[in-house]
């Protein structure tokens, strides 16, 4: 900003090389600011003459011109991005197929069989996923319930919501009936109850681990489950009850036009809280590994007495390593990052865990003892917060054994998330420098260790159903496929990466989504594998959005979004639920009427039902998704073929180009005679 001056000259500074006498700086102070001279000025074009102006003025021109080329930068970058948007072609949106209305908002969901398990205000709902309709409401609680999970057991389903208060509770849903097993951290003294932060339970539902907070401790409670002593009691109830009693069903609460009327409710689901099943059989405590302090041993004999049967090895338990020894070492790290150790750290939050039930394999060896099914778990993984090691913990044991781990995979960082599949043959470790190590469990061997882009570090990690693309569609091999995985990782900064791993070839990551620098409305939240689309993920921004996206072409095929009037109620930590086994997926939505009343009764919450096979573009995309067996062996697929399948196909192609070829079919069989003749004279000398 500057100003025209009535006469015909313009004064400006000369270049700095023509300039008399040494440079100068400026002194702090504005008393002592220096005045033009005149003698550093000369003479210009007048038609081109403009104010000099004088300190703070010059500094203030400066600082509004700045801002002035700053705020043009940006608004040529949003027109830039609008035409970019503009000529860029958009993916389809499809609406929802259905919805359910809700008076109260719900907090979580899950999805299993023919089911949605909708929690929220004092308990949880059920209701049929194809309908909509509301099958029954398990509302006896006085807080509402934050997180629900549910576990599909072939006929029966296990339900575990969780309420504020961190009580967890065990339900068996079988038939029409709703029973409850256990309130699993539930006490009478409420100054000593626990929280469940973390379950999981088995394939097969044989076990259930509960993850349990409570007076600045945490640790593990692993149950084994009678789920077939719960079967023989509802398929064959005792005589003494009275078949002719009704269990009167409950009224309900009206959630909705679609699903809240009851009559409209399926009247043969009840909740039989009469019916006493048996509880679940407590074995196993476990608890966070000690820090590693001085040795107590003597010699080093007492430390390899100390370990039996190899049992802890590799753990850091017992070890030779002195008080002294340790403290040498701090003092070390102390002198060498003394600049960074004298701030004010945060204090440490309690160690959490993450775990898993592990199926027999060549690693984990069922004992001959044990009588068990065949898919029945053996073996429990875990790693700690902060912690280098992966334990495994024998599941045949009772609560009278000493909970030590049987064996202890060290990493060379501590690990900070894995994921196991969904068919328990694989896992990844992934660790805190970036570093991801792939486990084929059914095989015995890793796969390889991969090492994300530098600045990368995981935050999530999604298994997908391995697929092979056919003709430009991804396709599902119809027979099983052993030692081949694929895998996307969410990263913390937003970068969306895919993980290849083939049997002894190295695995490969490719990125299937950059990190926004920009745009950072577009930063990835969430991320959610689709069962029955081959190779197709959701992803859940920070805008809203809700896109799907082919891994194989990494691009976006369609969108998904709710009516306009419901939005997502925080996009940053959406409520989503897909099904395992159908062609859909839910998602939470919440409407506001545009009344004055400020009470929850002007509040509409509603959960959107996407069916994939209601799009045009996903229509054959879900109905024709596998390669029959036949099929795949006449194509080249060799990577989804056991090795002797491979040997056969080889062999059946080589005798076809005999076939074409009468001579050198001849010459190879005399070939093959005069070789099996010197190979009967060689038995014979012997």
């Known amino acids: 900003m500057s100003f025209p001056r009535g006469s015909q000259t313009q004064k400006i500074k000369r270049p700095i090389g023509t300039r008399k006498g ?62 970019a948007e503009s000529s860029q072609i958009q993916p389809t949106v499809y609406p929802p197929l259905g919805e359910i209305q809700l008076n109260k908002m719900p907090n979580c969901m899950a999805v299993s069989q023919d089911y949605v398990f909708i929690g929220g205000a004092k308990g949880f709902s059920i209701y049929n996923l194809y309908s909509a309709k509301q099958i029954y409401a398990w509302e006896k609680l006085k807080v509402d319930v934050t997180s629900i999970w549910a576990t599909d057991l072939g006929n029966e389903i296990l339900i575990a919501p969780v309420d504020e208060m961190g009580i967890i509770r065990l339900f068996y849903f079988y038939k029409e009936g709703l029973y409850l097993v256990k309130a699993i951290n539930e006490v009478d003294d409420t100054s000593k109850q626990t929280t469940c932060i973390k379950m999981e339970i088995s394939q097969g539902g044989d076990f259930a681990a509960f993850l349990l907070q409570g007076a600045g401790d945490i640790w593990l409670d692993v149950y ?146 044990v009588k068990g099914p065949s898919g029945m778990a053996c073996v429990l993984g875990i790693h700690w917060t902060r912690s280098h090691n992966f334990f495994l913990y024998s599941l045949n044991r009772t609560l009278k054994d000493k909970a030590d781990p049987e064996g202890v995979w060290p990493c060379a960082a501590p690990i900070a998330v894995s994921q196991l599949s969904c068919s328990s043959s694989y896992l990844v470790l992934a660790c805190e420098d970036g570093v991801l190590t792939l486990w084929d469990l059914a095989k015995g061997f890793p796969l390889g260790v991969a090492a994300l882009p530098q600045g990368c570090f995981c935050q999530s990690i999604h298994f997908l159903k391995y697929f092979l693309v056919h003709k430009g569609q991804n396709m599902y091999p119809e027979g099983p496929v052993k030692s081949q995985m694929k895998c996307v990782v969410l990263c913390t900064d937003a970068s969306l990466h895919l993980v290849e791993a083939s049997g002894t070839q190295g695995p490969t990551i490719s990125v299937l989504v950059e990190r926004p620098v920009k745009h950072l409305d577009k930063t990835i939240c969430a991320v959610a594998p ?123 192609k080589s005798y076809r180009k005999l076939e074409k070829n009468p001579e050198k079919e001849e010459e190879h069989w005399a070939r093959l005679q005069r070789y099996s003749l010197s190979l009967q004279r060689e038995n014979f000398k012997k």
Request: hydrophobic share 35%; glycine share 4%; charged share 25%.
């Open 22 to 83: 040494p440079l100068e700086l400026p002194p702090p102070t504005e008393k002592d600011w220096p005045k033009d001279d005149e003698q550093d000025h000369v003479l210009v074009d007048p038609d081109e003459e403009l104010d000099s102006l004088p300190q703070p003025y010059r500094m203030i021109n400066k600082l509004v011109n700045l801002l002035f080329e700053q705020s043009w930068e940006i608004i040529e970058e949003r027109n830039a991005l609008r035409e």
């Open 224 to 369: 084994k489950l009678p789920k077939e002593t719960w079967l023989k009691k509802l398929e064959h109830p005792q005589l003494t009850s009275n078949p002719k009693k009704k269990v009167r069903q409950p009224q309900l609460n009206t959630l909705g036009p679609i699903s809240a009327d009851p009559l409209e409710m399926d009247a043969n689901v009840s909740f039989k809280g009469d019916i006493k099943l048996s509880l679940p059989v407590y074995i196993m405590k476990i608890k966070p590994p000690k820090p590693v302090t001085g040795t107590t041993f003597k010699s080093p004999l007492e430390v390899f007495a100390k370990i039996k049967d190899c049992y802890g090895l590799g753990s850091g338990q017992n070890h030779f390593i002195k008080d002294s020894q340790w403290e040498q070492q701090a003092e070390i790290f102390n002198a060498s990052y003394k600049k960074y150790l004298d701030k004010e750290w945060e204090e440490e939050p309690l160690s959490t865990a993450t775990f898993y039930f592990l199926l027999p394999s060549c690693l984990f060896a069922m004992p001959t003892e």
């Open 530 to 652: 689709v069962p029955a689309l081959p190779g197709m993920v959701l992803i859940f921004s920070k805008n809203g959005s809700v896109c799907l996206m082919d891994v194989a072409k990494r691009e976006i095929i369609c969108a998904f979004a709710p009516p306009g009037a419901f939005p997502l109620e925080v996009p940053w930590k959406p409520v989503f639920a897909v099904s395992p086994d159908h062609p859909c997926f839910l998602l939470r939505g919440d409407y506001s009427h545009e009344t004055a009343s400020t009470d929850d009764a002007g509040i509409q919450y509603s959960v959107f039902y996407f069916n994939f096979e209601a799009c045009p573009l996903l229509e054959n995309i879900s109905k024709n998704c596998t390669i029959p067996q036949r099929d795949l062996d006449n194509m080249a697929f060799p990577q989804a073929l056991p090795l002797e399948k491979r040997c056969e196909r080889f062999l059946q």
